[in-house]
């Protein structure tokens, strides 16, 4: 393990030297919760409930939402995965006793280090315009599974990341099937409208995909739109779904190693 641990310290140092991205995503973060705030605003306007949620509950799902992105995320490690592969650098890995997925790995979690301190930041900075509108609720069960949860929901995210980045084997370019893959974890993950406003039917039906754990279902968990036993059943989905994810990833490099030419690097 120790040269993962390596690998997670040089990505560390290596995100610390772009902590501008990560603040410039803190500034849209902030103009992304102020379009929630005038949308469901105006939603609510006249409304003291939608769904059996008051505005408040609604503003801390999606600010709770927002935080979590900067902890779980995968941002831009398809795109990475896909330049290591088109540029040959991905040749160094096949000569030596690293395994891949766990190399990445390492690094997304570095990376979630550094985005998860300017997301609590942007946090602090936000908290006197929306304290009045928070309504967290106060049982101890919520914390204990909701940090499981984010963990398998990092796990899903940064898997689904390195199948897309794994395409490259395949396709020169990837960026239709990332906006594709982008567009329907943000409908399906509950980050647009929370996925408990949908008809039961539906829901039940997202319930059971992966996307429903890429987002909501933490934030459920930690807002209080999901109680104790739909929790526990969800845990035990999401924990079902991470394992294939990561099933998938390991199948999928080995195939796409098949139609691999390791030329450069």
């Known amino acids: 393990m120790t040269k993962y641990g390596q690998a997670f310290l040089v990505g560390l140092q290596s995100n610390l030297v772009y902590r501008w991205n990560f603040a410039v995503r803190s500034l849209f973060w902030f103009c992304h919760l ?126 689904l990341a390195y199948c897309f980045g794994m395409l490259a084997f395949w396709f020169l370019e990837i960026q239709g099937f990332v906006i594709l893959s982008m567009a329907v974890e943000t409908l399906l993950g509950g980050q647009i409208v929370p996925l408990d406003l949908l008809p039961p039917a539906a829901f039940n039906v997202v319930r059971f995909l992966p996307f429903f754990y890429q987002a909501y279902f933490p934030a459920a968990i930690l807002t209080g739109r999901q109680g104790l036993d739909f929790a526990l059943q969800g845990l035990a989905i999401q924990a079902f779904w991470a394992f294939v994810l ?10 796409g190693l098949r139609h691999h030419t390791a030329a450069g690097g």
């Open 34 to 159: 102020l379009v929630v705030f005038i949308l469901w605003g105006a939603a609510y306007a006249g409304n003291p409930s939608i769904g059996g949620y008051s505005f408040s509950q609604t503003l801390t799902y999606f600010v709770v939402i927002f935080i979590l992105q900067f902890f779980v995320g995968a941002f831009n490690e398809d795109y990475q995965i896909s330049e290591d592969i088109r540029n040959g650098l991905i040749n160094q890995f096949l000569l030596k006793p690293i395994n891949y997925f766990a190399y990445r790995m390492s690094v997304f979690a570095a990376a979630r280090v550094v985005s998860g301190a300017f997301g609590i930041l942007a946090l602090l900075v936000a908290l006197p315009f929306v304290r009045g509108y928070l309504d967290l609720p106060h049982e101890g069960w919520r914390l204990a599974l909701g940090i499981p949860a984010m963990g398998l929901t990092a796990l899903i995210q940064f898997s």
């Open 246 to 255: 990561v099933c998938l990833a390991e199948a999928v490099w080995r195939r």
